[in-house]
């Protein structure tokens, strides 16, 4: 048996065992799902922001019909804010 159906078939009975799956739910409940949410909420605000951005974007440069204004526009707001900060 090479070293990789080993791997794979250890990996299956572990994933079966009731206890692992047990406590793999424990971990995402009280750990990733909770860094998770707080990631979301950190986050939330700038994609709003980015979104109001884009937005107004769309108004001065429709991308369908002036995609160069657009993307030109696009540079202009976000490139050019992550170098001034």
């Known amino acids: 048996m090479s070293l990789r159906r080993l791997l794979l078939h250890a990996a299956r009975h572990i994933a079966a065992d009731p206890r692992v799956q047990a406590k793999a739910v424990e971990v995402i409940e009280t750990e990733i799902k909770p860094r998770a949410q707080a990631a ?3 986050a939330k605000p700038k994609l709003e922001s980015v979104k109001a951005d884009l937005e ?3 108004l001065e440069a429709d991308p369908r019909t002036e995609p160069g204004k657009f993307a030109a526009k696009v540079k202009e707001r976000f490139i050019g804010r992550g170098r001034s900060r």
């Open 56 to 58: 107004d974007i769309v």
């Open 40 to 42: 979301w909420r950190h």
